[in-house]
């Protein structure tokens, strides 16, 4: 027996902690926290030891699966699946278009570099129009955000948590999410170490968070953000707090913003935010006078009806005040790899290049809202969505109105999914490809150096062989294009990359490869990158060699270089946008969702310590007590419902129903209740099946008007509801 001990890195989720993995025959038969990590330095939360389990779980899919006429699934060949899918998808193309063609990539893609340069170079090299993504249950307001107020796309700046002296914190539960645009393992230490300098924290949320008990809360009233940070801004400037150098040296439109804002005094917010006027006038004087502040906020910003806006005044609150890109305060890292230049410079990607036909909705990074998928799929008409691909994705679970986006699927002519299990969407596909593990596929997690105050990044190799047949995605994908004609970067916009790549093969010695792969895309953009050795020009620069000589992961600098604004903002001038139309417009015309009797609640979602979205409720360690999937409820609104501790309730809004166990609890603001998603499973993971519950995005709604307009964000937050005691 050969047992071996590798250093790795989990892809979990942000903090991408270091791990040592044992490997015994080929088998992995342990995970642990790596003490050699720079950052983690032995620190692991129970779901990246419990991988271990889903490596090893019976349950994984491992070999392609077909779907017969009897709706179960048999194992095929992978040229028998390629081969046939391939001849689908010709069919579709000679009758319908490329167009009739889509993908869905969810989120464990983002923490594969292969999956996602594959993923866009196909799409890029095809003209693939139908792309969803995660995103836009996620984070595509606060990237529109940034295209406003900087003209760049993927531009976000973080919070420097080890300067800061005052940390204003919208939506985020670090303590149990781990932080998000925002890499930093052990989180919570450096959350603490700003308190015990005799700084602050202030967590906003509806629920008095796992967060929020360590440090001060305000419980906002879910998708009341927008008026708060209005009502901030207007006390700021009302009282002469604003930072006018700043002001001068880095904006332009301050005044149309204070004009803006101008009728938002706390007094005439109060009804949508919930607070006390002299709570805000506080809060906002404290902020300001801060001698350093960040004001950071994360998804339970990023659900609500008016998302983009919410983002935008995030970042302005901090310009105003003096505190962005500078020390302690929202500063930008640098990119590992230069992607807001490459994108900028070749044009590829962007934001409203194109409009859905559904809805006529701007993409995204390429993207278009998942919650329109539904009804791009069933409306008739030329560019109707007629084969779908889903990549690590389980939509049927994250996305608005579940149950239609269910009925959908069996309408299309092709179904394909790309996963690790038969999960609630694909166990409607006609084929399930065998995806490998992040343990067994190498990586460079390309996009997170930029959110980290402490810039790192780390190479690992695979750990283990693909168990059974599965295959790395981007070989998938590959696959699948050559089988319709299409290479990867050979065509389209991001032919330049192709043709780099080929001029470099040819000159640079150790490039050698046949024909590009994700290392050797990665390998160059690192490499022409910001912190890269320019091909031996830049002593002490990195490269993926260099990487593999430090398995435990590189430290690149001690914190955040700040005074890079200019090279940040590619608006004209150099400077911020805080006046943008779409903005100013939104301000202009901002007014609460008006209180309905039927519905005299709001729900919001809530984050496990062990769950992970949808997918990890096969894992028994995770499982093993009284994990239950529960409605979060204030006393006083239960007591109104008739609802007590451990009973059933139904949870019924304009758009669905569903049960859970009420659970009643003082951390929910009164008229809020908090209800995890990624629950009621029905898929080829048994233990996930058997663990209860319900879908909770069976209540939101995919209606167009209820999906963000700016940059398509669904609504999951805030949503009215009503709740009714179960016979
Ligand atoms: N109500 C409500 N809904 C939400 C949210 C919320 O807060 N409230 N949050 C939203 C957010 S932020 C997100 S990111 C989305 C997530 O939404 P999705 O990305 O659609 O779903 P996940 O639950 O992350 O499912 C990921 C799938 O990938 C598979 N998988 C895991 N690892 C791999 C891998 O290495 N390769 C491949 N090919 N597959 C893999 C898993 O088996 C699973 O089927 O949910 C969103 N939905
Ligand atoms: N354990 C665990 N960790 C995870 C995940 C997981 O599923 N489980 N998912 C990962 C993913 S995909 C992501 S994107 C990140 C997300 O990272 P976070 O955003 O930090 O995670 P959440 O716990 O969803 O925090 C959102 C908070 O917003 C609050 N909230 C809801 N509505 C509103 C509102 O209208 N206004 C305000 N101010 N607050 C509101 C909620 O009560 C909640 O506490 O977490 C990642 N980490
Ligand atoms: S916090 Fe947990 S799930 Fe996230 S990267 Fe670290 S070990 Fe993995
Ligand atoms: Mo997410």
Request: aromatic share 6%.
């Amino acid at each position: 027996m050969t047992t071996r001990e590798l250093p790795t890195f989990c892809r979990i989720c942000e903090p991408l902690c270091g791990l040592i993995a044992t490997v015994e025959d080929g088998k992995l038969v342990r995970l642990r926290a790596d003490k050699d990590h720079p950052l983690s330095r032995g620190n692991a939360c129970p779901k990246g030891i419990a991988f271990t389990e889903i490596q090893n779980d019976p349950d994984r899919v491992l070999y392609p699966l077909r779907r017969t006429a009897s709706g179960e699934f048999e194992r095929v060949s992978w040229d028998t699946a390629l081969d046939e899918i391939g001849e689908r998808l010709r069919g579709l193309i000679d009758e319908h278009g490329i167009d009739s063609l889509g993908w869905y990539f969810g989120n464990p893609s983002s923490f594969s570099y292969s999956h996602t340069l594959w993923m866009v170079g196909f799409q890029l090299a095809a003209g693939l129009k139908h792309v969803y993504s995660a995103g836009s249950q996620d984070i595509n307001n606060r990237f529109v955000a940034s295209e406003l107020l900087y003209g760049s796309l993927t531009r976000v700046p973080v919070p420097d948590l080890d300067r800061t002296d005052f940390l204003l914190m919208l939506g985020a539960n670090p303590l149990v999410s781990h932080g998000s645009v925002l890499s930093a393992p052990r989180i919570r230490e450096k959350l603490t170490a700003i308190t015990k300098r005799g700084g602050r924290v202030v967590v906003v949320d509806p629920r008095k968070t796992e967060t929020a008990k360590l440090f001060e809360h305000i419980g906002v009233r879910p998708d009341g953000d927008a008026w708060l940070l209005a009502s901030l801004l207007q006390v700021i400037f009302d009282e002469g707090l604003e930072d006018d150098g700043a002001l001068r040296r880095q904006a332009t439109g301050v005044r149309e913003l204070r004009d803006a804002v101008r009728r938002f005094t706390p007094e005439c917010t109060a009804e949508a935010t919930g607070l006390e006027p002299d709570r805000v006038r506080a809060l906002a004087r404290d902020l300001a006078r801060a001698e350093s502040a960040a004001v950071y906020g994360r998804t339970g910003t990023c659900l609500g009806r008016h998302a983009t806006l919410v983002a935008f005044l995030i970042d302005a609150l901090s310009l105003v005040t003096g505190n962005l890109d500078k020390p302690g305060g929202s500063v930008f890292g640098k990119e590992l790899v230069a992607v807001s230049e490459l994108s900028a410079g070749l044009g590829f990607v962007g934001y409203g290049k194109n409009h859905s036909r559904i809805g006529g909705f701007p993409d995204v990074l390429g993207t278009f809202p998942a919650a329109i998928m539904a009804k791009e799929i069933t409306t008739p008409g030329p560019g109707r969505l007629r084969a779908l691909f889903t990549s690590a994705g389980n939509p049927v679970s994250s996305v608005p109105n579940g149950r239609e986006l269910a009925a959908a699927l069996t309408e299309l002519d092709l179904f394909v999914s790309i996963d690790i299990y038969v999960n609630d969407t694909n166990r409607a596909a006609d084929y399930i490809l065998p995806a490998t593990t992040f343990l067994e596929r190498d990586d460079i997690p390309l996009p997170f150096t930029a959110f980290s105050p402490t810039p790192y990044t780390q190479y690992t190799e695979r750990v283990v062989e693909a168990y059974g047949e599965a295959r790395e995605e981007w070989r998938i994908i590959d696959a699948i294009a050559t089988r319709i004609g299409v290479q990867p970067f050979a065509v389209g916009p991001a032919r330049p990359v192709g043709r780099l790549l080929s001029a470099l093969r040819r000159r640079v010695p150790g490039l050698a490869a046949a024909r590009p792969t994700p290392a050797l895309l990665a390998d160059l953009a690192l490499r022409t990158g910001p912190y890269g050795d320019r091909f031996g020009l830049r002593r002490g620069g990195l490269s993926l060699r260099k990487l593999r000589r430090h398995p435990h992961g590189v430290v690149l600098a001690d914190g955040i270089t700040t005074g890079v604004l200019r090279d940040v903002v590619r608006h004209k001038g150099g400077r911020v946008r805080l006046d943008p139309d779409e903005i100013i417009v939104e301000l202009r015309t901002l007014a609460a969702r008006p209180s309905d009797p039927t519905y005299p609640l709001r729900v919001i979602g809530l984050r496990e310590l062990k769950s992970h979205n949808s997918w990890m409720h096969n894992v028994e360690p995770l499982m093993r007590g009284d994990r239950e999937h529960a409605a979060r409820i204030n006393p006083k609104d239960a007591a109104v419902a008739g609802i007590s501790d451990g009973d059933r309730c139904r949870v019924t809004s304009a758009h669905g129903s569903i049960e859970v166990i009420a659970r009643l609890t003082e951390d929910m603001t009164v008229g809020t209740v908090a209800i995890p998603h990624g629950w009621g499973h029905d898929g080829g993971w048994q233990r996930a099946n058997a663990a209860g519950g319900a879908n909770v995005n069976d209540l939101m709604s995919t209606d167009l008007a209820d999906v963000e307009r700016l940059a398509g964000m669904s609504n999951l937050n805030g949503v009215p509801i009503r709740l009714d005691p179960v016979a």
